[in-house]
């Protein structure tokens, strides 16, 4: 098969997979798994070293909540690792407010994410408190916050975002540009 015709691949057994073909799931899986870990590496990069939720795990979770998600209506390729990126962040949010629960005030674990933001995330509450400002975000912007979560939390370029919101490159870059400002601003404030 060639790198030219995957995505066309993919997004056909998206589509089947979403009109309820469950085999179509399985001849999906070989194409997006090296993909999904990518993704998940990405964000695992991003994370305590005595982080209990390794990459392969996450990519597990993510698949089982995909599997689950029989109501999306897939469009493509890009909108596949759109909507896995937004779930292993929900994952690894849902992750940090339980070790945070548990933990009732102790110390926090140390998070050191990428410069992409212009803030630097040093403590899983931050990273609360990331996810706390892109949902303000998204009541301000739905698109610039599915542009951060994309983009920070993905890994996904910014040709690879504007197929997936059926934006243009220069508006994913306004965007993205615009709500890093907004982030910015908003996380300094706390």
């Not at 983009?151 to 306004?174: H, N, P």
Request: proline share 2%; hydrophobic share 40%.
């Amino acid at each position: 098969m060639s790198e030219e015709k995957a995505p066309e691949e993919i997004t056909q057994l998206l589509v089947a997979w979403g009109d309820g073909d469950k085999k179509a799931l399985d001849r999906l899986m070989p194409f997006v798994y090296d993909e999904l870990r990518r993704l998940a590496s990405n964000y695992m990069r991003n994370q305590p070293s005595d982080h209990t939720l390794q990459t392969t795990a996450l990519v597990n979770e993510a698949y089982m909540r995909l599997i689950d998600s029989n109501r999306v209506r897939w469009q493509n390729r890009s909108h596949f690792f759109a909507i896995s990126a937004q779930l292993m962040r929900r994952i690894l949010v849902d992750s940090a407010r339980a070790r945070n629960a548990r933990k009732r005030g102790g110390d926090n674990q140390k998070v050191t994410f990428s410069e992409a933001l212009p803030v630097s995330i040093e403590k899983e509450s931050e990273l609360l408190a990331l996810d706390s400002a892109l949902e303000n975000l998204a009541k301000l912007s739905e698109r610039q916050a599915q542009i951060v979560e994309m983009r920070y939390f993905g890994g996904m370029k910014e040709k690879e975002i504007g197929e997936a919101l059926d934006l243009s490159t220069r508006t994913v870059r306004r965007d993205w540009s615009v709500a890093r400002a907004w982030l910015y601003r908003e996380l300094k404030k706390d």
